[in-house]
T-cell receptor
């Protein structure tokens, strides 16, 4: 079945720098790629998504890039702030079953002062 | 604002006991989901539903049942709880393919 790999378990950046979190997926039929943020001790909340009909989507300081040929997508956070510190999960759902979303294991982003 | 609530928020159960986790959503979403979160495994899908009366198996359904009696409510049932089911459980709602709204989570400890 579909697998979503998140290659960095931890990422540390200095406040104000950019952070990039990378994910890969295995099923070429995947068509929807959401990202979620989980702050310490809290639940997950949706932050941004991208669909397979585009290769780039931006929302304020967040940008998602999708490379369908490489089956890779990434979350870029510019001008990082302390409140960006959290676990970020990437996910993918397949064209054949949009209900079923497969999550990566998460990347713990630390924004250092 | 979309709202998903879960009860109880914390639960301690004994091995072999029955546990029911409840979820309620006011988003009027068709789809609801139950996940568990464990260190090293991320988020894993247990059961999901695409409407009242339906339940589907996710990736790790063994030992769990689900019930969707209405659009708003989705329950996860552990008929015979085991220590391996100690985890944090999240319910979510969302109409595919779009972002999901997560509840606050239930911390379950099975002794």
């Amino acid at each position: 079945g579909e697998k979503v790999e998140q290659h960095q378990s931890t990422l540390s950046v200095r406040e104000g720098d950019s952070a990039v979190i990378n994910c890969t997926y295995t099923d070429t039929a995947s068509s929807y790629f959401p990202w979620y943020k989980q702050e310490a001790g809290k639940s997950l909340h949706f932050v941004i998504d991208i669909r397979s009909n585009v290769d780039r989507k931006q929302s304020q300081r967040l940008t998602v890039l999708l490379d369908k040929k490489a089956k890779r997508f990434s979350l870029h956070i510019t001008a990082t702030q302390p409140e960006d510190s959290a676990i970020y999960f990437c996910a993918a759902s397949m064209e054949t079953n949009a209900y079923k979303v497969i999550f990566g294991k998460g990347t713990h982003l630390h924004v250092l002062p | 604002e979309a709202a998903v609530t879960q009860s109880p928020r914390n639960k301690v159960a004994v091995t072999g006991g029955k546990v029911t986790l409840s979820c309620n959503q006011t988003n009027n979403h068709n789809n609801m989901y139950w996940y568990r979160q464990d260190t090293g495994h991320g988020l894993r899908l247990i059961h999901y539903s695409y409407g009242a009366g339906s339940t589907e198996k996710g990736d790790i359904p063994d030992g769990y049942k689900a019930s969707r009696p209405s659009q708003e409510n989705f329950s996860l049932i552990l008929e015979l709880a085991t220590p391996s089911q100690t985890s944090v459980y999240f319910c979510a709602s969302g109409d595919a393919p779009s972002g999901q709204y997560f509840g606050p989570g239930t911390r379950l400890t099975v002794l």
